[in-house]
C-alpha cells in the first residue's frame, strides 16, 4: 500500500496543472480534480483545530498568539464562527483591547452565540 501511494504521488508531481493522466484502465485523472475535490469536512476540521489551539494558548496566557489561531480560524469559516468570536474577544479584552472585544463579542451574539457572560460584559465594557 505505501509503495503505491508513493507511485502515485509521484506521477501527480510530474503533472502540469491541469494536465490529463491516462491510467492502464483509460480513466483520466487530472490534478486539478484531485486538488479541487478537498471535502468541505476537511476545512471545518481545521477551523477547529485552530480554534484549540488559540484556547491552548489563551490557558498559558499567551493572548496574542491566541488572537493569531482564532482569526485563522474566523478566516475558514464554519459553524464554529460564533464561538470563535467570543473566545477571541476575550482575548483582546485580556490584552486591554476593548473596542476590539465589544467588536467580536457583538459579531459572535450577532452570530447566534447565546452565553449570557457575553451580554453581561458588552453590557459593561461596550455600552
Same mark, same amino acid.
Given at each position: 500500500? +505505501? +509503495?503505491? =501511494? /508513493?507511485?502515485?504521488? =509521484?506521477?501527480?508531481?510530474? *503533472? @502540469?496543472?491541469?494536465?490529463?493522466?491516462?491510467? %492502464? /484502465?483509460? =480513466?483520466? *485523472?487530472? @490534478?486539478?480534480?484531485?486538488?479541487?475535490?478537498? $471535502?468541505? &469536512?476537511?476545512?471545518?476540521?481545521?477551523?477547529?483545530?485552530? *480554534? &484549540? &489551539?488559540?484556547?491552548?494558548? @489563551?490557558?498559558?496566557?499567551?493572548?496574542?498568539?491566541? #488572537?493569531?489561531?482564532?482569526? +485563522?480560524?474566523?478566516? !475558514? %469559516?464554519?459553524?464554529?464562527? $460564533?464561538?470563535?468570536?467570543? /473566545?477571541? %474577544?476575550?482575548?483582546? +479584552?485580556?490584552?486591554?483591547? !476593548? %473596542?476590539?472585544?465589544? @467588536?467580536?463579542?457583538?459579531?459572535? #451574539?450577532?452570530?447566534?452565540?447565546?452565553?449570557?457572560?457575553?451580554?453581561?460584559? #458588552? &453590557? /459593561?465594557?461596550?455600552?
Amino acid at each position: 500500500m +505505501k +509503495k503505491r =501511494t /508513493t507511485v502515485i504521488g =509521484t506521477l501527480m508531481s510530474l *503533472l @502540469s496543472f491541469g494536465q490529463p493522466l491516462l491510467i %492502464g /484502465t483509460g =480513466t483520466v *485523472l487530472t @490534478s486539478a480534480a484531485v486538488m479541487l475535490s478537498v $471535502p468541505e &469536512r476537511v476545512w471545518a476540521e481545521k477551523a477547529d483545530v485552530y *480554534l &484549540r &489551539r488559540g484556547s491552548s494558548k @489563551s490557558r498559558r496566557k499567551d493572548y496574542h498568539g491566541a #488572537i493569531i489561531e482564532y482569526s +485563522k480560524a474566523i478566516d !475558514i %469559516g464554519g459553524e464554529l464562527l $460564533p464561538e470563535v468570536y467570543v /473566545t477571541r %474577544g476575550i482575548a483582546k +479584552k485580556n490584552i486591554g483591547d !476593548i %473596542g476590539g472585544a465589544c @467588536s467580536d463579542f457583538k459579531e459572535g #451574539i450577532s452570530l447566534g452565540y447565546s452565553g449570557g457572560f457575553v451580554r453581561h460584559w #458588552i &453590557r /459593561t465594557l461596550c455600552d
